[in-house]
């Protein structure tokens, strides 16, 4: 079988008393480093290698992040992935960031923890609202992470393009070591939240959350009802105000190709095993079995066989 440098599936030769055993390496496609995406990877990961069988192993893979995920599901570049409700919904029908790829044949396993929009800057900063971005030096992710893409979702609402900002094309962990030493003005990261970017940005520094204009927030989420409103407490980053946020429902995808029966023992390991996840990853703290059932896009038979037992 070609290897290239990610390496396609790997099988890996265990030996036991009764002979050998071929391990299906599934490669989980998470994001750049410095945000949620990569530790939820690798905490899921975790859980599947210890109770989901000798026969399979997860190993996290860096990736662009959410945009890009059902691009490499696509590509058989990655087994599994982490994306968002409204990408995912894109992703299957083809549309925007996947209008080139055409409609990919994907379904959901899991829905995770919510990813929320950070637009921070340093707390005497004279940018207060989104609009003041405008000629500004900002963080935006990685080319291909769900950041921009929110980014290109809210500047047409508030008559603006990327032409109007210097933007800077870094990790979540570089954008906000930027921000901090001065490089860019604002940094902008969708994740999880508490982010490790954020939290070792504020070991040096007071940050403030961006707001949006009166009246913005709404309208952002009247244009699409995938998308939520979410409230970070001054304590989460030590702020002085509360952050008033736009966010986006998180999830597991796999390629319908993937093998119900594996597929199956994945969702197993995760919730059968989320009091150890959890206690493993914050965020998994906010994951709710329930709302696997309401995602934007089908599950996986493997994973509707789990649901329900």
Do not use: C, W
């Not at 996947?98 to 396993?109: D, L």
């Amino acid at each position: 079988m070609h290897m290239n440098v990610k390496g396609l599936i790997a099988a890996t030769v265990l030996t036991f008393a009764g002979g050998a055993v071929a391990a299906e390496e599934l490669r989980i496609g998470t994001a750049s480093l410095g945000g949620a995406f990569y530790p939820m990877g690798q905490s899921i990961s975790n859980v599947v290698n210890k109770y989901a069988g000798n026969d399979i192993t997860m190993v996290p893979i860096v990736t662009g992040g959410s945009v890009q995920n059902p691009n490499l599901i696509a590509q058989g570049e990655a087994e599994i992935a982490i994306t968002n409700n409204n990408l995912a919904t894109l992703a299957l029908a083809g549309k925007g960031p996947y209008k080139a790829a055409g409609p990919i044949e994907m379904s959901a396993v899991a829905a995770l923890h919510p990813s929320v929009l950070h637009m921070m800057v340093l707390a005497d900063s004279d940018i207060q609202t989104f609009e003041d971005l405008k000629g500004k030096r900002v963080a935006v992710g990685p080319a291909g992470g769900g950041t921009l893409g929110f980014v290109n979702f809210l500047m047409p609402l508030h008559g603006m393009n990327i032409e109007d900002l210097t933007p800077s094309f870094v990790s979540y962990a570089d954008g906000f070591s930027q921000l901090t030493d001065g490089t860019v003005d604002a940094a902008l990261a969708l994740s999880g939240y508490p982010a490790g970017a954020v939290m070792q940005a504020t070991v040096g520094a007071e940050l403030r959350f961006i707001d949006f204009s009166e009246g913005m927030l709404e309208k952002a989420l009247e244009t699409n009802s995938a998308f939520s409103g979410v409230d970070i407490a001054t304590d989460v980053y030590g702020t002085a105000e509360a952050g008033k946020v736009i966010g986006v429902s998180n999830m597991l995808v796999a390629p319908n190709s993937l093998d119900a029966d594996t597929v199956e023992r994945i969702t197993a390991a995760i919730f059968d095993n989320l009091a150890e996840l959890q206690a493993e990853n914050a965020n998994a703290r906010q994951i709710d079995p329930a709302m696997s059932q309401q995602l934007a896009i089908p599950l996986h038979p493997g994973a509707q066989a789990y649901f329900n037992r």
